[in-house]
């Protein structure tokens, strides 16, 4: 992990750096928690230091996740201070999501870097269709649907969103404008469901990637680097507010257009590396 000099490492910290305030905007603006844009840029940091090819997805996606705690947790408290956060519905999933996320932890301890990155188009792109080319009649349901499909979502929820390295935004999002739900009000629900999905995650990833530590860069937890993790924490945790607050000043359609736009280009970056 030397090959790199000092110049280097000090443009990856500043990479890392702008990355951060970047998670941190799209966390408070779309209720996400940053890992879409966390994710490809620590997948090719990582490349750059060292981490073999078969390792990189899953040290993106737990470093992620670790990220996304203070970011969640900060980007959530400002919207529920809003009152837009639908809690009823956020204390029926806590559990199915929390299960999923576990369920999605294991997986990542032997799954292939190709099933990470597939998940990631997959959701990225069908919601970027529903938000960029959807129609008031595109709906699943007038509402989000009881017991038992409530918990299924939220298992659904906290696999996909561990395997992408995400705070469970894009599939919230997803599932509630599918449900007549409005998008602010998803965007603040889905900042609460990143809660419930990165704090287990995180540790998760820790689990799943102790065996592999001689493999990986100096400070790292299982799949998790705390030296990348450190870098981006701070610019993240203090630009979520921002976001937060832009969210309920933008026009509701331009907050959807950007977000697909956003999920299509990332989405695209995966499927070009799979090729």
């Keep these: 992990m030397g090959g790199i000099g000092m110049m280097e490492w000090a443009e990856l910290a500043g990479v890392l750096l702008g990355a951060g305030a970047l998670s941190g905007l799209l966390a408070g603006l779309f209720g996400v928690g940053g890992g879409a844009v966390m994710v490809p840029v620590l997948y090719q940091l990582f490349g750059v230091v060292g981490v073999p090819e078969e390792l990189k997805m899953q040290l993106a996606v737990g470093t992620s996740l670790a990220v996304i705690v203070p970011t969640s947790i900060r980007s959530f408290l400002a919207h529920r201070a809003r009152g837009a956060v639908d809690e009823a519905l956020l204390r029926a999933w806590a559990l199915p999501i929390v299960g999923g996320v576990v369920i999605g932890s294991w997986l990542a301890s032997f799954a292939p870097p190709a099933v990470f990155k597939l998940v990631f188009v997959l959701v990225a792109w069908v919601t970027a269709a529903k938000l ?107 630009v979520a507010p921002i976001g937060a607050r832009l969210a309920h000043r933008l026009d509701k359609r331009t907050l959807e257009i950007v977000f697909a736009l956003f999920l299509g280009v990332m989405g695209l970056r995966f499927v070009v590396s799979l090729v």
């Design 132 to 238: 960029g080319f959807g129609k008031a009649s595109w709906k699943l349901a007038d509402d989000v649907p009881g017991e038992p499909w409530r918990a299924v979502i939220g298992v659904v929820t906290g696999v996909l969103s561990a395997l992408m390295g995400i705070g469970g935004g894009s599939i919230v999002n997803l599932v509630m404008s599918f449900c007549n739900r409005p998008i602010l009000q998803s965007v603040a629900t889905a900042s609460g469901v990143g809660v419930l999905i990165s704090i287990p995650g995180a540790i998760g990833f820790m689990a799943a990637g102790w065996s592999r530590t001689a493999l990986l860069p100096p400070l790292s937890i299982g799949f998790v680097s705390l030296i990348g993790a450190a870098l981006i924490m701070p610019t993240s945790v203090f």
